[in-house]
């Protein structure tokens, strides 16, 4: 089925390093979120992206929207141990039913 | 003081029982939705709803049953079909298909 790709699947950093995770989709998307969710706890919504190009930053996380709309990225500069957690991207497929596709997930761990 | 509720947070039962996991909202949101998180995995979509008396199946319904008489509610009854239960449960809600979704804290259901 359509998916929407997300990786790395994990990721250990030392504390102040930088930190990246991509999303990708084989198929345009109207738009894509991302969320984090701490360890034992549930996904909570950073932002959504719904420009083709667009980029948005949160303090520290900048938040990528593809040109073409299949892709994302989010950057973490210089992690914090409040960093740690799984960051999931979901699109909106253009084509199918209307609704959210959930990436796999990719768990932050810091070494403090 | 709006928000989504779960309960309850632990819940533990025999092989072979049915369970019922109750999810609220009150955020006057038309669209529902139940996943399962594996430890260390992403959300996998079991059923979701997107507007009263009507549902649609996941990836992973099998096993399964919801149902969606209220707008505020959609309960999810792990049937005994269901051959590895033992899961963290989260619900979700959203305005509309494809909006940002609210989670609710989650359930860990352990089946012994």
């Known amino acids: 089925g359509q998916q929407v790709m997300q990786i790395p699947q994990y990721q250990h950093v030392q504390e102040g390093e930088d930190f990246t995770t991509y999303c990708n989709s084989s198929t345009t998307l109207s738009n894509i979120q991302w969320y984090k969710q701490r360890p034992g706890g549930h996904p909570v919504f950073l932002i959504q992206?719904?420009?083709?190009?667009e980029v948005k930053k949160q303090k520290r996380l900048t938040f990528q929207f593809g040109e073409a709309k299949k892709n994302s990225s989010l950057h973490i500069t210089a992690t914090q141990t409040t960093d740690v957690g799984t960051y999931f991207c979901a699109g909106e497929l253009i084509q199918g039913a209307q609704k959210l596709v959930f990436g796999q997930g990719t768990r932050l761990t810091i070494n403090p | 003081d709006g928000g989504i509720t779960q309960s309850p947070k632990y819940l533990f039962r025999k092989e072979g029982q049915n369970v019922t996991l109750s999810c609220e909202q009150n955020?006057?949101?038309?669209?529902m939705y139940w996943y399962r998180q594996d430890p260390g995995q992403g959300l996998r979509l079991i059923y979701y709803?997107?507007?009263?008396?009507?549902?649609q199946k996941g990836d992973i319904a099998e096993g399964y049953s919801v149902s969606r008489e209220k707008k505020e509610s959609f309960p999810l009854t792990v049937t005994s079909a269901q051959k590895n239960p033992t899961a963290f449960y989260l619900c979700?809600?959203?305005?509309?298909?494809?909006?940002?979704?609210?989670f609710g804290p989650g359930t860990r259901l352990t089946v012994l």
């Open positions: 955020l006057n949101h038309d669209a």
């Open positions: 979700a809600s959203s305005r509309g298909a494809a909006d940002t979704q609210y």
């Open positions: 709803s997107q507007i009263v008396n009507d549902f």
């Open positions: 992206l719904v420009k083709s190009g």
